[in-house]
């Protein structure tokens, strides 16, 4: 199983970048997924999900209403739109595959996915 984050890069303060993970050796559209973020010296921070059917999806309360995640089962991609960018999304955002679950649901706990991809990293300018 590989994930490959891709799309990051330096952007100004209100500004957009979209993010891309391209899944290979499963398929998106049978397991849950997610990205997550991590800045120097903080923890892996969850940033958004979308559960196995594709029905559900959730937004950290610091990224609702400015990023959206969405998959595209026959590209095999989940990619996350990120709008209105401040200096506080400065991060190297990875995305993550559950492939345990049954449940068609979001978690948010990194600790609830099995794979991750190597990171793309996002710096936002003020």
């Known amino acids: 199983v590989q994930l490959q984050a891709s799309g990051g890069g330096l952007v100004q303060a209100g500004g957009s970048l979209r993010l891309s993970c391209a899944a290979s050796?499963?398929?998106?559209?049978?397991?849950?997924m997610a990205w997550f973020r991590q800045a120097p010296g903080k923890e892996r921070e969850f940033v958004a999900a979308?559960?196995?059917?594709?029905?559900?999806?959730s937004c950290a309360d610091s990224v609702k209403g400015r990023f959206t995640l969405s998959r595209d089962t026959e590209m095999n991609t989940v990619s996350l739109q990120m709008n209105s960018l401040k200096a506080d999304d400065t991060a190297v955002y990875y995305c993550?595959?559950?492939?345990?679950?049954?449940?068609?649901?979001?978690?948010?706990?990194?600790?609830?996915?099995?794979?991750w991809g190597q990171g793309t990293q996002v710096t936002v300018s003020s």
């Open positions: 993550a595959a559950d492939v345990r679950t049954i449940l068609s649901n979001v978690r948010s706990s990194p600790g609830d996915y099995d794979y």
């Open positions: 979308i559960s196995r059917n594709g029905r559900i999806t």
């Open positions: 050796g499963l398929s998106i559209s049978a397991y849950r």
